[in-house]
């Protein structure tokens, strides 16, 4: 396999990100870059046929082919929802690629079969696939190549729709946790696949998760046993690189009685003039005592400064604390797509357990984002948290819709909620949608929500001590943004305090 | 936007196709047509559902011209009255106070149903002009009586400018089971002061259904309450418009609710112009099986800068079986505001509650204090004894009674 | 004769259409110290702003030189990079910003404008270490965010010890005293006698004296209706705090 000279990677990363930011007007997306590597390309369209086409290439037992075709046929009756707060043209389904693999792809594979063109990209963007180096304890080697993950962290890559290399997976497997794509997990454990998958987001949740659940090409699996803590991160990293083609990929986490996992997902896409659609289906599991921390870097591509071409991202992300005393936290940094709709949600179903929200949501230019959470309390003494911080810049409009329920026998239910939004210029919009639904006496629900701006005095200040405004809002909004921060992993921090700054350049002046 | 297929409609959607057709409204009568009356999937009615909640509309009401009662009396107010649907002859008007009538329905056109089923059969409203300093306060007394019926009532409202007035509406009515879909229109000229109450104290039969409007004009100050007290389902639409600089609303209301009722207050607030303010809250106590809802939208458009708004909701359940539902939104387009919203929703503080049971006050009475105390916010900034005193007794009615 | 760290020539500026500054002349030679007094509402504290480059006011005539260089087209960022620092007489709170944070953000900010390279960690530790201990400021604080929840006189020592981190060549301070009680006005103090070398100037603006029996001026100046009326050496001030301020009024008319 090609041996890379890692310092100079990192040198050209560096120049890459000064030249983008020097560029900022043109574009400023420092994922942007196209992957010159040879694909298998389904031509557009959605039948029956595409299901089955995609059910094939995976190999995939009978019943996974019903199950889709179920899907299907339920997709068929549904209507695009039109209730968030997006304007957007309507999406042809039939001008949209459901299936895109690189060429050199031959089922699962160690990191020596895979193509160098695609371990290049992964290197350029920061993501160790190079576990020898690591295991083999050079110090630093995620760190050098500029990974926001630290050099403990399994890594699944996810390229276009299917899963090109999971790393570390014999370390996971000593201690009984299973970490693959799904894809894998359909044939080699489908006796967890069929119990689990479905039973979070069901099969006609809604339109996108139910044309996922039809379409849905690759995406990751885990399992953590009985009393495992997992030792390291685990983490996916999706990555659209064709033209015209959807990306439908499909999680599932499950963490048995008393286990532990913490999960990070980032994604990014070349730039491209057209918008491209990308519709996830994330469920997690979280049985008696066990807890899962999933956090996001959701960094599609944003648009041009025109507001053309970008990701539409619809994703439907919900985790069931199905044990007692269970406990499911998201956190999410979205700084990327033009178009987000996303709710990542916790149904607490186990009495005494715990949902948790983080959010950080970022639009500039044309973005549109509209996310929030759900927190559906059923069980008795459970408590819900939800700190979102929305910044609207440019011509850009960011929604929060969230709602909190408490069930007639969700005794003693208790929920926080703070929702606050910053607005920098005149040309943006931030919006604040929360159903706060208590059916139940012995709830306590407390909700709060503000809007504000950077002050002038707060940038008088920064200015006064020397800072420029760009660096001065960057500062300012990191200060907004610190509560939802924190509760990152470490390895995440300070990549997303950068991911902010340049999210946001361009927005004063 | 229209569904893809036609809705199917009920009894309630027949008859009031029918009576808004006899009535000429054929635009509404298409619109009822078309999507039925709003359900949940219409989010300004997302958890008041009308097609689930209103089964059955009576006939339009027998022209009637006297009122059987009245809800409640206000000591030195000066009353008028509109029963079922007539306004009625008028008292002589104080200075300052002319009395009229105009025809037609009084609420500007919005992509609304029960507005457009106000502006389609309300045949006439009671007007009034309102210049000076009026001391005394001005009660519209609006009753439905007789056989259940529906009606469409309005009274248009004009403040000049510098004049300050307080006005109370007040609903009740027979014990059938009326509709009734009631319109205020209030403009505030420059630097006019105005309280505007309405309370609702029809039958556990009827269903409430009101809708206010307010246009307040340079330095106009609003303040509103809203009181459900009384109708199974009642629903109070709230739409303030900042249209001038230094223009400011409090906009409160209470819902009232106890076993098997429904109440609903909805507002949408907007700040049109820079340099505009307002203090929205709400209050909701629910008691047995039943149902309190508050919605409240603020909207600052593009050039509103340096609105200062914010929106809260405190719902407070006395049962374990009750729901209190609460959709605060923000929609804001200007940067330089400060805005906000906050909603809570628990029981009554075990701490105070303790407190008092501590001091040997028994536990009924220890409830009611606090829950008055809960109350006083909204009661207090009534200035007039006779109306303040009013109110208070409604709240101390609903706390006693059952 | 070298060239005087300020020099305020003919300054009249406003805000909106309010005249406040009505042709203020002033020489601040390097290394010395000199006072502004006067009344509330004199215009001292425009004339900080003024020259800290606030954007609510427009300067309609006369010209600020630093250095030598002038100053009037410059941003404020621009201007604390050229060497003046304003202590606020009401420091500003950015919630959720580590007070270290923004000193490193700061303090490396100022060096890449004057085209130095960064500092490294260890060195601004040390730094931030010493310019801390004149001034009580503690590690704990240092982790706080900027100014939200410090009391009065944290704040103004947090300010003092930016000052000393960022080295000026001119420091203003706007009403460095208010709200201080005098255990905290005197460790102010001498971390700002601290930083007197003979090369740095300052600019010390205060309605009571009590202050300048702390930080002795070189010069004191008198304010009176946006101008200066009258200067003289430190006993001018101990005159005004027997006398008030009432014999300049109605001079500048």
Not at chain 1, 243 to 261: H, N, W
Request: a negative charge; proline letters at 4%.
């Amino acid at each position: 396999m090609a041996d890379y000279d890692i310092p100079t990677l990192k040198e050209e990363i560096d120049r890459e990100t000064v030249e983008q930011v020097l560029a900022l007007d043109v574009d400023k997306y420092k994922y942007g870059f196209e992957s010159d590597i040879e694909s298998d390309v389904l031509p557009p369209g959605l039948t029956e046929e595409t299901v089955r086409f995609i059910s094939a290439k995976k190999e995939e037992p009978e019943w996974m082919l019903e199950w889709r075709l179920d899907a299907f046929r339920r997709f068929q009756t549904l209507e695009e929802p039109t209730w968030a707060k997006l304007h957007y043209p309507k999406i042809d389904l039939q001008e949209v690629s459901f299936y895109a693999a690189p060429k050199s792809f031959k089922g699962p594979k160690s990191l020596a079969d895979v193509d160098p063109e695609l371990l290049k990209t992964y290197e350029k963007l920061g993501i160790p696939l190079k576990e020898q180096a690591i295991l083999a304890g050079v110090e630093g080697a995620a760190e050098s190549v500029g990974t926001p993950f630290g050099a403990n962290v399994a890594v699944d890559a996810v390229f276009d729709s299917v899963s090109v290399v999971t790393t570390f997976r014999e370390e996971l497997a000593k201690v009984g946790i299973i970490f693959c794509s799904i894809s894998e997990a359909v044939r080699e454990h489908p006796e967890l696949v069929k119990k689990y998958l479905g039973s979070v987001v069901p099969v006609s949740d809604n339109y996108y998760a139910t044309l996922n659940s039809a379409v849905f090409t690759d995406g990751s699996f885990v399992y953590i046993p009985k009393g495992v803590r997992c030792p390291m991160e685990l983490s996916t990293y999706f990555r659209i690189n064709e033209k015209k083609t959807g990306q439908f990929e499909r999680t599932l986490i499950i963490a048995d009685d008393d286990s532990y996992v913490s999960y990070l997902e980032g994604c990014t896409a070349p730039s491209r003039d057209e918008n491209q659609l990308h519709a996830a289906v994330v469920e997690l599991v979280a049985l008696d005592n066990a807890e899962i921390k999933y956090s996001t870097v959701q960094n599609w591509y944003p648009g041009d400064k025109d507001g053309k071409g970008g990701i539409y991202n619809f994703v439907t992300k919900r985790g069931d604390c199905r044990g007692v005393n269970s406990h499911i936290s998201w956190t999410q940094v979205e700084t990327g797509s033009a178009i987000t709709w996303k709710y990542p949600s916790c149904i607490l179903r186990g009495d005494g357990s715990r949902g948790e929200f983080y959010s950080i949501a970022i639009s500039n230019g044309y973005q549109q984002v509209d996310s929030g959470t759900k927190m559906i309390h059923l069980g008795k003494n459970t408590s819900s948290r939800i700190i979102s911080k929305g910044i609207a810049a440019g011509f850009s409009d960011n929604t929060y819709r969230g709602q909190v329920s408490a069930h007639a026998k969700a005794k003693n239910a208790r929920n926080f909620t703070q929702c606050d939004s910053l607005l920098i210029g005149d040309k943006c919009g931030a919006h604040t949608v929360p159903y706060i639904e208590s059916r139940n006496g012995t709830a306590v629900f407390e909700h709060e929500a503000t809007t504000s701006k950077i002050s002038d005095d707060q940038m008088f200040y920064c200015l006064q001590r020397g800072l420029n405004e760009e660096e001065a809002v960057a500062l300012i909004v990191n200060g907004f943004v610190r509560d939802v921060l924190q509760h990152l992993p470490m390895e995440f921090m300070v990549e997303t305090q950068k991911l902010i700054s340049i999210s946001l350049e361009g927005s004063v002046g | 936007m229209r569904p893809a297929f036609p809705v199917r409609l009920g009894a309630a959607e027949e008859t009031l196709i029918a009576q808004l057709k006899a009535a000429g409204a054929d635009q509404v009568a298409e619109r009822v047509t078309v999507a039925g009356l709003p359900t949940r999937r219409v989010e300004a009615y997302h958890y008041t559902d009308l097609k689930t909640l209103l089964r059955t509309v009576p006939p339009l009401a027998q022209p009637a011209n006297e009122a059987t009662g009245t809800a409640i009396r206000v000591p030195g107010a000066y009353a008028l009255s509109i029963v079922n649907g007539v306004v009625q002859h008028a008292a002589t008007a104080p200075e300052g106070v002319i009395v009229g009538k105009t025809h037609g329905g009084v609420l500007t056109h919005r992509d609304d149903t029960l507005v457009g089923i106000s502006n389609g059969l309300t045949k006439e409203a009671l007007s009034l002009d309102l210049r000076g300093t009026i001391d005394q306060v001005i009660q519209i007394d609006h009753r439905i009586e007789g056989e259940a019926g529906h009606v469409a009532d309005a009274t248009k409202i004009f403040v000049a400018d510098d004049s300050s007035v307080v006005i109370l509406e007040t609903f009740s009515g027979s014990d059938a089971a009326h509709v009734g879909n009631h319109a205020s229109y209030l403009a505030l000229g420059k630097n006019a002061i105005v309280t505007h109450v309405t309370v609702d104290l029809g039958s556990r039969a009827t269903a409430h259904f009101a809708t206010n409007e307010y246009h307040l004009a340079e330095g106009a100050q609003l303040r509103t309450l809203v009181v459900h007290a009384g109708s199974g389902l009642a629903r109070t639409h709230l739409f303030p418009r900042m249209e001038g600089a230094g223009a400011h609303a409090d906009v409160t209301g209470l819902n009232l609710v106890s076993e098997g009722q429904h109440s609903d207050i909805t507002m949408e607030t907007t700040h049109a112009v820079p340099h505009t303010s307002s203090q929205p809250l709400f209050k909701s106590i629910t008691r047995g099986r039943s149902k309190a809802v508050v919605q409240g939208k603020l909207i600052v458009a593009r050039d509103a800068q340096k609105t200062d708004a914010k929106f809260m909701h405190q719902g407070l359940m006395l049962s374990d079986d009750a729901e209190i539902l609460s959709k605060p939104e923000l929609e804001i387009y200007a940067d330089d505001v400060v805005c906000g919203h906050g909603s809570t929703c628990g029981k009554l503080d075990e701490d105070s509650l303790f407190y008092l049971l501590s001091r040997g006050i028994p536990k009924a009475e220890a409830e009611t204090m606090l829950v008055r105390g809960f109350i006083a916010e909204l009661i207090d900034p009534i200035e007039d004894e006779a109306l303040n005193e009013a109110l208070q007794g409604i709240v101390d009615g609903w706390l006693l009674g059952q | 004769m070298t060239t005087p760290v300020l020099e305020i020539r003919n300054l009249h500026a406003r805000i909106e259409e309010r005249e406040i500054l009505k042709g203020v002349n002033l020489v601040i030679p390097q290394g010395e110290v000199h006072a502004i007094m006067g009344r509330n509402g004199s215009g001292k504290s425009t004339l900080s702003y003024v020259l800290a480059g606030k954007e609510d006011y427009e300067v309609t005539e006369g010209e600020i030189l630093l250095n030598g260089v002038s100053i009037l087209e410059m941003e404020p960022d621009e201007r604390a990079a050229a060497g003046l620092f304003l202590a606020f007489q009401y420091p500003i709170e950015i919630p959720g910003v580590a007070t270290m944070t923004f000193l490193k953000a700061a303090i490396n900010a100022q060096r890449k404008a004057r085209g130095e390279g960064e500092l490294s960690t260890p060195d601004f530790m040390r730094a931030v270490k010493e310019a801390g201990a004149q001034l009580n400021v503690d590690s704990e604080m240092l982790k706080r965010p900027l100014n939200v929840g410090f009391s009065g006189g944290e704040k103004k020592r947090a300010e003092i010890m930016q000052m000393a981190l960022l080295k000026p060549s001119l420091a203003v301070l706007d009403e460095t005293d208010s709200g201080l009680d005098i255990d905290a006005l005197q460790v102010v103090s001498k971390g700002v006698n601290a930083l007197r070398d003979g090369k740095r100037s300052m600019l010390v603006i205060t309605h009571y004296q009590r202050l300048l029996n702390h930080i002795v001026p070189d010069v004191v100046h008198v304010f009176s209706d946006g101008r200066i009326v009258e200067s003289g050496d430190k006993d001018l001030a101990l005159q005004l705090e027997a006398k008030g301020y009432a014999d300049y009024d109605g001079q500048a008319a």
